[in-house]
């Protein structure tokens, strides 16, 4: 589904949106573990920490071909943050500063 959300949804669509925000919501609960050194890094720094750390990493550097879909998709990196600071150099790199 792509765009807005019309305001009178049909029964059917209202009952599949529920669906997909409570299935958003539980897998989200479920990677807070997995994602914590993430996390962590991220509340670590401040805005301009993160910033200058991302123009240095090069965009084609990462291979990781998931998270530059996921970083590529609409809405889902609203910073424009770069899919290397999510690998696990990156982060290995920040762990032992965190």
């Known amino acids: 589904m792509k765009g807005e959300v ?3 949804l049909n ?3 209202s009952r599949k949106m529920m669906e997909m925000i409570w299935l958003l919501r539980n897998n989200v609960k479920q990677t807070e573990e997995v994602l914590k ?3 962590a890094l991220l509340q ?3 805005w ?3 910033s200058s ?3 240095t990493l090069t965009p084609s550097a990462t291979k990781d071909l998931p998270m ?3 970083c590529q998709t609409l809405g889902m990196n609203p910073l424009n ?3 290397q600071l999510f690998s696990k150099e990156v982060l290995l790199k920040h762990k032992n500063s965190i």
């Open 11 to 13: 029964v059917a669509s």
């Open 37 to 39: 050194h993430e996390r």
């Open 44 to 46: 670590k720094y401040s």
């Open 48 to 50: 301009r920490d993160i």
């Open 81 to 83: 943050l770069n899919p």
């Open 6 to 8: 019309p305001r009178d």
């Open 53 to 55: 750390l991302n123009e």
């Open 68 to 70: 530059i879909a996921l």
